[in-house]
């Protein structure tokens, strides 16, 4: 009884990792699929990461078929980026990675449900946001600041005087903070709000000097005149707004910008990986993509999964010292 139960165990596993091979190997060579491709959004409904994945999703309908977004926000992107970790490796479930679930979060929880080292597949990065360092206007104006020099100038003639507001603990301009008081030798205190929001209105009324903002978000205040940018954060000029310079400008080397992209579990077959990538960045290559990111400010960046898995490596270990510097830490 125990041998014909074993015999049928070994059997219905043989038969599921066949139908797995099989969906792979029609994904692998254009061939009809067997099923939809679910891709996972780790963050809620509504943001820029899921409205850029729906709009990639419907252009990839004529190469892969139906595209289901699948939506699991919680932890940060831990837990959404957690299921496509576990998922089988045939290419039917694919993830979005970010610089807060790939880069950040690592070193800002205590425990990991995933490995960012070993545990995904890169297929293409998707995009780049530009953040931008903000001074509310009338601030700016009575400190005679317009550039980063002056800021810098400032806050070395003024110890202790300037604070920085932030979204939170860890967050992405909490840590842009970070890494400009270390390269530009000054120091700031740190503020943190409960979210991008708060913080933006803290600037907007005075409370706190400057801030790291997303660039979508803040530019509607900046062209209004209520916010005074003085750098983008990318290593270029932003082609939204070309006459805001680039931080690296002023200080060599300074780079951080918002990024996502598209990964697949580890040991999905070479084949498969290269299909999407060819699909999904063909679709990221298509003007209308771009004018349809432009509106959130935010640049299709396409990369071969050889450049994506180094790139994000690299975010990873860039990270680590920023957020140890910071002192954030979730438990």
């Known amino acids: 009884m125990l041998k014909s139960q074993t015999l049928l165990k070994r059997k219905w596993l043989l038969s599921a990792m066949a139908i797995i091979a099989l969906s792979s190997f029609n994904l692998a060579l254009g061939q009809p699929l067997e099923k939809p491709i679910r891709l996972v959004v780790p963050y809620a409904p509504g943001g820029p990461i ?131 008081k270390r390269d530009a030798g000054i120091y700031a205190v740190h503020i943190p709000y409960n979210g991008g929001n708060p913080a933006q209105l803290a600037l907007l009324s005075g409370q706190v000097d400057f801030n790291f903002d997303n660039l979508a978000t803040a530019a509607p205040n900046i062209k209004a005149g209520k916010l005074k940018a003085l750098a983008v954060t990318t290593a270029q000029r932003a082609s939204a707004l070309p006459d805001i310079p680039a931080m690296a400008e002023t200080l060599n080397g300074f780079e951080v910008d918002t990024w996502w992209g598209l990964v697949a579990p580890a040991n999905t077959p070479p084949a498969v990986v290269a299909r999407l990538h060819q699909a999904f960045s063909t679709a990221l290559a298509a003007p209308e993509t771009k004018t349809r990111f432009g509106l959130m400010m935010a640049e299709p960046v396409s990369s071969t999964p050889d450049q994506f898995a180094a790139f994000m490596k690299r975010e990873w270990v860039k990270y680590e010292p920023l957020v140890k510097a910071s002192g954030a830490k979730v438990d």
Request: zero cysteines; charged letters at 15%; a neutral charge.
């Open 50 to 180: 899921d409205v850029t994945a729906r709009a990639l999703a419907e252009r990839v309908k004529d190469t892969l078929g139906t595209v289901i977004i699948d939506n699991k926000p919680g932890a940060g992107g831990n837990l959404g980026v957690d299921i496509v970790a576990k998922a089988p490796a045939d290419g039917y479930t694919i993830g979005i990675s970010a610089v807060a679930t790939h880069a950040i979060n690592p070193w800002l929880f205590s425990k990991m449900p995933f490995n960012v080292a070993t545990d995904f597949a890169a297929i293409t990065q998707m995009v780049r946001v530009p953040n931008v360092l903000v001074m509310n206007a009338d601030t700016a104006q009575r400190l005679k600041i317009n550039t980063v020099g002056d800021l810098i100038a400032y806050g070395k003639a003024n110890p202790g005087k300037l604070n920085v507001g932030s979204g939170g603990n860890g967050s992405a301009g909490h840590l842009a903070a970070e890494m400009f």
